[in-house]
């Protein structure tokens, strides 16, 4: 049995992430200034939440959605099979992989993950951020509940950029993956996503859905090809800024369809459950520094607790920071492979802080164990599908376990 650690302790390292905000206005991109017309501002009178658009039969025909943003290519290719579990059969170790933001800047980390994911028969779930999307000379177009239009936590993302975007995004689907929503502004603390009301949350979901399906209105790319996916169907999930504000949230996304949430603050190595009838997909407790404490599976958060915060900090320390990060990763995973079989769930950014020893952490983490027997690298959603069609005297017998304990399994799956 591994000893857990207490409430409190989870508390004060999910409240660090409120700062990963303030971090992550320095390293995003902009573009040119400008103005446009107000759209979906948050003090609107409360409204139903729009559903996905029905299902086309498909007959092999690409079918152009809107302004020709997006389309529809036919059901996703290569999704994992979700199959219940015999009597006494191990359930397969899940890992996901999940990326806040999932801009194609400069550093080409979004094609890189793409590109590993896929040279390692993995899966991830990249957060798209909505304004990544939308000019800097539109942005008036966001009202982020609570501020004033065009306002933002992060940069817009310059025209190169939301080109660049547009085209892993593409690519990343055909790939298999899952593209789900950051929202917009990456809005934290005060105003932010913990004050929001559940008719500000769904301002701002309408706001994103408007960004992604509306980018050749916003951008005038007449040169780029419609998305290979719609997003009314395939966003399931995401993952709020800094983690706040998930109470409001879940209340606002059932109307949309949505089956998952990563915002929670953090918890155990333990099998998911469901918060109002979502899948709640926490951030987790790992073993940091050998096991001495328990820190979120977080690229901040291994930043906050190692250089204070500093994005770059002591050069020399970067080779034992980085391999302090990989022993983490790999102690999570372990404590889990070879114990309960409760899904890893990672979750970093695009970035690069301590001259990128974190993105080169994941790199080895997705090496090490999408390679392993009985491993399955997937994304949330695939996992959420998993779940789904479990038994659910199953799944309440697996949240029984302790993630180290290695129980009979013919005595947890019946």
């Known amino acids: 049995m591994v ?3 207490t409430r409190p302790q989870v508390l004060t390292l999910a409240a660090l992430l409120v700062v990963a905000s303030l971090v992550a206005g320095f390293l995003a991109l902009s573009g040119t200034d400008g103005s446009g017309t107000p759209a979906g501002a948050a003090d609107e009178k409360p409204r139903t939440a729009p559903k996905a658009s029905p299902t086309p039969q498909w007959d092999g025909r690409t079918r152009i959605l809107g302004d020709g943003s997006t389309s529809y290519t036919g059901p996703q290719k290569g999704q994992l099979a979700a199959k219940p579990l015999k009597p006494g059969e191990k359930p397969p170790q899940f890992v996901v992989f999940s990326w806040d933001g999932a801009l194609e800047g400069g550093d080409h980390l979004f094609s890189h993950y793409r ?3 896929q040279q390692y028969d993995a899966h991830m779930t990249f957060f798209l951020t909505g304004i990544y999307l939308l000019p800097k000379s539109k942005k008036a177009q966001y009202h982020g509940p609570m501020h004033s239009p065009g ?15 547009l085209e892993q995004l593409g690519e990343a689907y055909k790939d298999g993956n899952e593209i789900g929503t950051h929202f917009n502004g990456h809005f934290c603390g005060a105003k932010g996503g913990g004050d929001w009301s559940v008719e500000e949350w769904k301002s701002e979901i309408d706001q994103f859905y408007s960004f992604v399906e509306r980018w050749k209105t916003n951008t005038g790319f007449k040169d780029v090809p419609a998305l290979p996916f719609d997003f009314k169907k395939e966003v399931t999930g995401g993952r709020a800024p800094c983690l706040e504000g998930q109470k409001n949230l879940l209340k606002a996304i059932k109307g949309y369809g949505w089956r998952y949430d990563a915002s929670s ?6 099998w ?4 109002n009838g979502i899948w709640d997909f926490p951030l987790q407790m790992l073993p940091y520094e050998s096991g001495k ?71 080895q983490v997705v090496k090490n164990v999408c390679t392993k027997k ?3 690298c997937v994304s949330f959603k695939e996992l959420a599908d998993w779940l789904d069609v479990q038994k659910p005297q199953t799944l309440a017998a697996l949240r029984t376990l302790d993630p180290a304990q290695s129980p009979d399994w013919s005595a947890v799956v019946k």
């Open 151 to 165: 306002d933002a936590a992060i940069d817009y993302a310059t025209d190169e950029h939301i080109r660049t975007t």
């Open 3 to 5: 000893p857990r650690a």
């Open 115 to 117: 590109e590993l994911a």
């Open 374 to 376: 009985g491993v399955k």
């Open 265 to 270: 603050p953090g918890d155990f190595q333990i």
């Open 293 to 363: 404490y328990q820190g979120l599976s977080m690229d901040f958060n291994f930043l906050y607790n190692q250089s204070g915060g500093e994005t770059q900090g002591d050069p020399a320390k970067f080779p034992q920071w980085e391999q302090q990060t990989v022993d983490s990763y790999m102690a999570g995973f372990n404590r889990v492979y070879y114990g309960s079989r409760a899904p890893l769930f990672v979750g970093n950014h695009f970035e690069n802080w301590n001259g990128g020893i974190y993105m080169k952490s994941i790199d």
């Open 272 to 275: 998911p459950a469901k918060k």
